[in-house]
């Protein structure tokens, strides 16, 4: 006899076909005057059909390295770690489910104060008792909504990132921290590979690559001594994906962000393996496969949008655009970065509407609508100098100047040329013989546009190198 409505273990059973036939009869019958046991084994053969496709492709990626070796990224940690976190015991489970809801307003505390001066902050995480399971849980929750809100405003994630590992690495220092009840049911190492990755991805969006890729090293480090939670190592992986995939090292960006999207997908996380496929779509166009690239990022907008994921939704709406401007279809592209525009505010997602405006400025200068990119590109600085994006402000502007000289205005031009020398002398960021070529193509009434082009994509080259893609 099976029971009146059967188990998930007994529908995985029945739909493999092991049920003997008197039962499996029964249970067919059950299934069709039963929706919600129905409803049930159609969800239970969808993930299992998902498993048996993704598990092989997973176990694939794992065993077989396309990384460097000594890359610390080349094989995802496996084993038990130290301190590893176990499920709660039936006479502890009444005080985690305490600690959670507590850990709410803990959270509230944290985001307000990650908003407020650094001192602010500061006295906010060092008031913690990471002792004790509320405050790691409510840590862990803020670090969370970072990780999902990461486009409101990176510089100050950054920052909660950065503060938030220097309070986990005190607490590590208090051997008593590592023999408290709390460290079973949230090890410390998760709390600071949590900060790190936060801090980590929040450089992807303000172009300090060489700090974030220490963080997101030091990140799945510490998740391998935590949890070795499989979801956390796979978010370290994406964001890892991301870095190499704008530092010209698309085809291990390829395989960190299909590594991570395969991960996902056994998990059954679905608007998470969207966002690797777009990671993985990113790569794709850095190894100028727009095609392919298209491709990829259309066939996941349906996926971000039944998940409400609008933030990376609109991204990957900017990555079409991309591919498109790339493709030569300008009018196309400029479409799209119109409608990414409609969907995000300036207010609410400042960090992707900088770069959408970037995008859509840049077809605007395809078009030849000079006079109109100009405007464009100086939003856009403005944009990403609030973000703290120096690299792309700067680069910006030089794209200003450029569209300035080729629209009549070369008085302005040079007037805003003489103004981002100064800075990027300062910087050390743009060779000085270009400048000093940049300032003679622009000189008297008909600038030498098209040596002025050859050199602005020199400079640009320039400060990516120093100021962004720094290794």
Same mark, same amino acid.
């Given at each position: 006899m099976?029971a ?9 059973v ?9 039962? =499996?009869? !029964?249970l067919?019958?059950?299934? #069709?005057v039963?929706?919600?046991?129905a ?44 301190? #590893?976190a ?10 985690v489910l305490?600690?959670s809801?507590?850990?709410i ?8 104060a ?35 809100g990461?486009?409101?405003?990176p ?9 938030s ?9 208090d051997?008593?921290?590592l023999?408290?009840?709390?460290? !079973? ?9 949590l900060?790190?990755?936060v801090?980590?991805t ?9 700090r ?8 799945y480090g510490?998740?391998?001594r935590?949890s ?10 994406l ?7 704008f ?27 969207a966002?690797?496929?777009?990671a ?22 349906p ?15 900017n ?11 300008v ?6 970065y ?10 609410a997602?400042p ?22 990119a100009? !405007?464009?590109f ?5 944009l990403? =100098?609030s973000?703290?994006a ?15 000289a ?9 007037g ?5 020398s100064?800075?990027v002398?300062?910087l ?29 994509t ?8 120093r ?5």
């Amino acid at each position: 006899m099976i029971a009146a409505h059967p188990d998930d273990f007994r529908l995985l059973v029945y739909l493999e076909g092991e049920l003997d036939e008197l039962e =499996a009869a !029964r249970l067919k019958r059950h299934l #069709a005057v039963c929706p919600a046991c129905a409803a049930a084994c159609r969800d239970i053969e969808r993930l299992d059909r998902t498993l048996k496709s993704t598990l092989p492709d997973l176990e694939e990626a794992l065993a077989e390295p396309a990384l460097p070796q000594g890359d610390p990224f080349r094989v995802q940690p496996d084993g038990t770690p130290r301190g #590893a976190a176990r499920p709660a015991g039936p006479t502890e489970i009444p005080a985690v489910l305490a600690a959670s809801r507590e850990a709410i307003g803990v959270k509230s505390r944290l985001l307000d104060a990650a908003a407020a001066p650094e001192e602010d902050l500061r006295s906010a995480l060092e008031a913690l008792d990471l002792l004790g399971l509320r405050d790691r849980y409510g840590l862990g929750y803020a670090l969370d909504e970072a990780l999902y809100g990461m486009v409101d405003g990176p510089a100050r994630w950054d920052r909660f990132g950065r503060l938030s590992a220097d309070r986990v690495l005190a607490a590590r220092a208090d051997g008593r921290a590592l023999d408290a009840p709390a460290e !079973r049911a949230y090890p410390l190492d998760d709390l600071l590979g949590l900060s790190l990755l936060v801090s980590g991805t929040a450089c992807n969006w303000t172009g300090e690559f060489l700090r974030g890729g220490r963080d997101l090293r030091r990140a799945y480090g510490a998740f391998a001594r935590g949890s070795v939670s499989e979801r956390r190592l796979a978010s370290v992986e994406l964001a890892e994906a991301q870095r190499r995939a704008f530092l010209d090292r698309a085809d291990e960006a390829l395989h960190l962000a299909g590594r991570a999207r395969l991960t996902f997908q056994s998990l059954g996380m679905e608007d998470e393996a969207a966002r690797a496929a777009a990671a993985h779509a990113i790569a794709l166009s850095y190894l100028a496969r727009d095609e392919e690239a298209l491709e990829e990022f259309r066939s996941i907008l349906p996926v971000l949008a039944q998940h409400e994921r609008w933030s990376p939704y609109v991204s990957t709406l900017n990555g079409i655009g991309f591919c498109l401007l790339r493709l030569g279809r300008v009018e196309e592209a400029r479409r799209e970065y119109a409608r990414a525009l409609r969907l995000v505010g300036r207010e609410a997602r400042p960090a992707v509407h900088a770069f959408i405006r970037a995008n859509l400025a840049r077809t605007l200068f395809e078009g030849k609508r000079y006079a109109d990119a100009a !405007r464009a590109f100086d939003g856009a600085a403005r944009l990403f =100098a609030s973000q703290g994006a120096t690299g792309d402000e700067l680069t910006m502007l030089l794209l200003r100047v450029e569209a300035l000289a080729r629209s009549g205005s070369a008085v302005l031009a040079r007037g805003l040329l003489g103004e981002v020398s100064r800075r990027v002398r300062a910087l050390g960021a743009v060779d000085a013989a270009v400048l000093e070529s940049l300032e003679a193509a622009l000189r008297g009434d008909l600038p030498d546009v098209d040596l002025l082009e050859v050199l602005r994509t020199r400079a640009e080259v320039q400060i990516s190198e120093r100021l962004r893609r720094a290794v």
